[in-house]
């Protein structure tokens, strides 16, 4: 006899990652969800359909995604935008004029653009905090505050926000907390699980892990919230297109075992660079020196791919040394099986205001790696050979 205990235990996300979401196709059997190109559905009789009108408000490849992205993050709901960024625009526009957020510091600057440059002038308060000691925190609530938005580890400097801490304060406080997590991925961090109310992706990075789509996704468990959203997406119309979600649903399936290797490949690159003078800070939140590896090891079950360095000299030594690198390409975005380099003051947080960016430690030294899962030895060779 079964067990009560043994149909209770949840799958591993590794079997998550190849199953879930994905149905054999009902009328041929087709083991991989077809790509359903199509942008209307035929009705029997005026308003009676099989639960699809529009491709706007539904389509069946990207319903095999949402049920795989829901169950990476153990949530209720999933939903698939066209962008991180769309993503991140539905979340706003649950907002109302005068509601304050509390925003990290040090937020994917994309991000920080949509709220200072588009959202602002809606007579939304986005306030950028720094969110590492939540004590401190208490004092930025206002009743008007709505919403914290946590993304941890942080971009480009890898800073680390106690999920459960925060979130705590946040319901505390009548505000919903959203987690941007990106950086982590599902396999090494699940928010929701931790308090936190939405889960965001882009899914440009990590879960598509192959740098040929653009994609978002949002997780919740709450079903007033998943509503809301849903009904933001259909009308705002944001959707991914069903190529994309395709491809999406192929590249979750090797999720768990890329976001692996590409963890093992940053704990030896970032040990190897540790170990060069040329470099005057490695941050990697794998690393003791991490100012918050304990939190880190508490809130992670893995530290991911992105490792960042300041090296020491001036901006033409950052430019040879990054002209030099053969494995690394320098490119914005992260994520993918190749590894890149990146600047962030000249390239993804260029638009960041440049006093903000003096004021949290993002200066010419600093470059971030997006580690792939290519030879860890070659990656660290390439860095060496790059010092000269
Ligand atoms: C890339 C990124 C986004 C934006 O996603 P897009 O898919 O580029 O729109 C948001 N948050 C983080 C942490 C990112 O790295």
């Known amino acids: 006899m079964k067990s009560a205990n043994a149909s209770e235990r949840r799958q591993g996300i590794e079997t998550v990652c190849v199953h879930a979401g994905v149905e054999p196709e009902p009328t041929t059997g087709a083991i991989m969800t077809p790509i359903f190109q199509t942008s209307t559905y035929v009705q029997s009789a005026p308003g009676e359909h099989k639960g699809y009108d529009y491709s706007r408000g539904g389509n069946p490849t990207r319903t095999a995604l949402e049920l795989a992205l829901a169950a990476l993050e153990r949530a209720k709901h999933g939903i698939s935008f066209a962008s991180g960024l769309a993503a991140v625009h539905a979340i706003a526009q649950l907002l109302n004029p005068g509601d304050h957020v509390l925003v990290c510091d040090d937020v994917y600057g994309g991000t920080g653009r949509l709220f200072r440059r588009l959202f602002a002038k809606y007579g939304i308060d986005f306030e950028f905090v720094d969110m590492r000691r939540p004590a401190d925190l208490k004092s930025q609530f206002r009743p008007a505050t709505k919403l914290v938005w946590i993304e941890t580890p942080t971009n480009p400097l890898l800073r680390i926000v106690d999920i459960r801490a925060v979130a705590d304060l946040a ?144 901006f033409d030594d950052v430019k040879r040394f990054v002209s030099r690198l053969q494995v690394f390409s320098l490119a914005e975005s992260l994520g993918g099986v190749e590894s890149l380099v990146n600047h962030p003051e000249t390239m993804t947080h260029a638009s960041v205001p440049p006093e903000h960016r003096k004021r949290i430690g993002i200066d010419s030294s600093l470059l971030r790696f997006s580690v792939g899962i290519e030879s860890a030895q070659d990656l660290i060779d390439d860095v060496v050979q790059a010092l000269g």
Do not use: W
């Open 171 to 314: 319901r505390a406080h009548g505000a919903l907390t959203v987690v941007d997590n990106t950086f982590a991925s599902p396999i090494f961090q699940q928010p929701l699980e931790l308090g936190a109310d939405i889960v965001l992706h882009s899914t440009t990075k990590y879960i598509g892990g192959h740098s040929d789509l653009v994609g978002g996704a949002l997780m919740t468990s709450d079903n007033e919230l998943a509503e809301q959203l849903r009904f933001i997406q259909f009308a705002g119309g944001a959707v991914n297109a069903p190529q994309e979600c395709f491809i999406l649903l192929r590249s979750i399936k090797t999720l768990a075992l890329r976001m692996q290797r590409h963890h093992e490949n940053a704990c030896l690159v970032s040990d190897a660079l540790s170990k060069q003078t040329a470099f005057s800070e490695v941050i990697f939140p794998g690393l003791e020196s991490h100012p918050q590896y304990a939190l880190a090891r508490a809130q992670m079950s893995g530290y991911a791919g992105m490792v960042s360095v300041r090296l020491k000299g001036n």
